[in-house]
């Protein structure tokens, strides 16, 4: 069974950072893809941050570029989002989610690309 547990959310204040963490089990992690999503209240759920195991390739939204690294420890199972400069329009519930089989990074921010997420965690921006 696929389980994905996030951590790490919190609140701050704009200008500070976090770091998110997502623990993956019950999956061969090699091979695959792992992205992060956020959504804030009556908001669309939309895609933040990705990556293709091992770390080959890295995709992000435009509104998170030169913020937001992604990146994994395989030895960990785990995938973390570095989130620098917080803003007050960053604060959301976020959510990591996975694809356990071949991915294509391109699609990496799109909902339809995953099948398994975790609860997310809850992360506020004060301004």
């Known amino acids: 069974q696929v389980q994905l547990v996030e951590s790490g959310g919190g609140s701050v204040q704009a200008g500070g950072s976090l770091r998110l963490s997502c623990v993956a089990s019950?999956?061969?992690?090699?091979?695959?893809?792992v992205g992060w999503f956020r959504q804030a209240p009556g908001k669309e759920r939309e895609g933040v941050a990705a990556i293709t195991a091992r770390g080959g390739f890295t995709k992000y939204a435009d509104s998170v570029k030169d913020r937001f690294t992604i990146s994994q420890d395989n030895n960990k199972n785990t995938t973390y989002l570095q989130m620098n400069n917080l803003k007050p329009e960053d604060t959301a519930t976020y959510y990591c989610?996975?694809?356990?089989?071949?991915?294509?990074?391109?699609?990496?921010?799109?909902?339809?690309?995953?099948?398994?997420w975790g609860q997310g965690t809850q992360v506020t921006v004060s301004s």
């Open positions: 989610a996975a694809k356990i089989t071949p991915c294509y990074i391109v699609r990496g921010l799109s909902e339809r690309t995953y099948a398994y």
């Open positions: 019950g999956y061969f992690y090699s091979g695959n893809c």
